[in-house]
T-cell receptor
């Protein structure tokens, strides 16, 4: 199993551009999550999903959108990139609500 | 406010030495507490997960303790190795009606020198 995979690994955007961060898991997990990690800070939850077709906001959802059309995929969309969205983004999945979460390798995004 | 505070912020030790990292939390209602290891440039990897009724849990050279009364946890690393150099993150899970709401600490950056 590949676990949780994320693409791209690195990306530089200009202010106002849009992009989609991809996340795929092959463990058949129901729950999936998107976090951002700013330097020296704890991870913050952006959005999460409890199953295909169901998504909900986390702590810091502004400026982002998600969709969950399949169990495997949970893409994160940035519509109008801003410098404040410069961060490392992690996708994670877990089989049930309170189980261990498995993290992807992260996407480092810089908005200039 | 639901918070997780870790100390120290950073720690440097010599290879072969032991160390203890601390985690205090105010998250309520409590579901479980996890310790993750995050190598530079990588995603966090789970070391241990403890529920309310568990006081100690070991994973090789890593031993986590939990005192749910005082809302404190520690992670003890025995006979440190160079590969232990990483950020160690304490994560507390809160009981919610849906989803799994985790509160992450800022991590302790451990450096093990030869």
């Amino acid at each position: 199993n590949a676990g949780v995979t994320q693409t791209p690994k690195f990306r530089i955007l200009k202010i106002g551009q849009s992009m989609t961060l991809q996340c795929t898991q092959d463990m058949n997990h129901n729950y999936m999550y998107w976090y951002r990690q700013d330097p020296g800070m704890g991870l913050k939850l952006i959005y999460y999903s409890v199953g295909a077709g169901i998504t909900d906001k986390g702590e810091v959802p502004n400026g982002y959108n998600v969709s969950r059309s399949t169990t495997e995929d949970f893409p994160l969309r940035l519509e109008l990139a801003a410098p404040s969205q410069t961060s490392v983004y992690f996708c994670a999945s877990s089989p049930e609500r309170y189980n261990e979460q498995f993290f992807g390798p992260g996407t480092r995004l810089t908005v200039l | 406010k639901n918070q997780v505070e870790q100390s120290p912020q950073s720690l440097i030790i010599l290879e072969g030495k032991n160390c203890t990292l601390q985690c205090n939390y105010t998250v309520s209602p409590f579901s479980n507490l996890r310790w993750y290891k995050q190598d530079t440039g990588r995603g966090p990897v789970s070391l241990t997960i403890m529920t309310f009724s568990e006081n100690t849990k070991s994973n090789g050279r890593y031993t986590a303790t939990l005192d749910a009364d005082t809302k404190q946890s520690s992670l003890h690393i025995t006979a440190s190795q160079l590969s232990d150099s990483a950020s160690y993150i304490c994560v507390v899970s809160r009981v919610e009606t849906s989803g799994s709401r985790l509160t992450f600490g800022e991590g302790t950056q451990l450096t093990v020198n030869p």
